[in-house]
């Protein structure tokens, strides 16, 4: 088995947005996150930890308004 290691500034990190006008505000993808990677201001979900995404894409699943992408560079 091969695994790859990378160091920190090597380290592949996600990017996860969030399209503040699809996001109405009802905080399933917040409740799901294994890792508090989003929290609710103001009614909407944001991203307060992107560094500590898992990349399961758990809160892109479960936003049925399609308003999170996450994008792995």
């Not at 505000?25 to 609710?40: I, R, S």
């Not at 909407?44 to 809160?59: F, I, R, T």
Request: aromatic share 2%.
């Amino acid at each position: 088995m091969f695994v790859q290691h990378y160091s920190h500034e090597e380290a592949i990190m996600p990017k996860i947005t969030i399209d503040e006008e699809k996001c109405i505000g009802c905080g399933e993808c917040v409740d799901v996150c294994p890792a508090d990677v989003l929290e609710m201001q103001d009614d909407k979900a944001v991203v307060v930890n992107e560094d500590e995404c898992l990349e399961c894409e758990s809160c892109v699943e479960t936003c049925e308004q399609d308003a999170i992408t996450l994008e792995v560079d």
